[in-house]
Nanobody, 124 residues
């Protein structure tokens, strides 16, 4: 069973930066980040294809967040800069273990594995 383990969450002030990491126990294809706040649906944040030739961001984080990956370490990162109060959420790492999906990287349906989530809290 593939495991995804997130780290790097925490409590920061608005304007600060955080870097999330997610390590997979096996080689993955597309990898992404989603987030969820209580009472709301989980939303897409960012995703990257295996070769990093395709990268997607939600409009709300574009220009502030950067997704990257290190395939040698089976790890995906999310560098979050200029954090805002509305970035407060539980952040989930997601990954796909098989290729050739017609579903978009930004869709939850693309992913076959999910991490346990890491809390990011941004305060004023």
């Amino acid at each position: 069973q593939v495991q995804l383990v997130e780290s790097g969450g925490g409590w920061v002030q608005a304007g600060d930066s955080l870097r999330l990491s997610c390590g997979a126990s096996a080689s993955m294809y597309g990898m992404g980040w989603f987030r969820q706040v209580p009472g709301k649906e989980r939303e897409f944040v960012a995703a990257v294809s295996r070769s990093a030739d395709v990268i997607r961001y939600s409009d709300s984080v574009k220009g502030r967040f950067t997704i990257s990956r290190d395939n040698a370490k089976n790890t995906v990162y999310l560098q979050m800069n200029s954090l805002k109060l509305e970035d407060t959420a539980v952040y989930y790492c997601a990954a796909r273990g098989t290729p050739y999906s017609r579903v978009s990287l930004s869709s939850e349906r693309y992913y076959t594995y999910w991490g346990q989530g890491t809390q990011v809290t941004v305060s004023s």
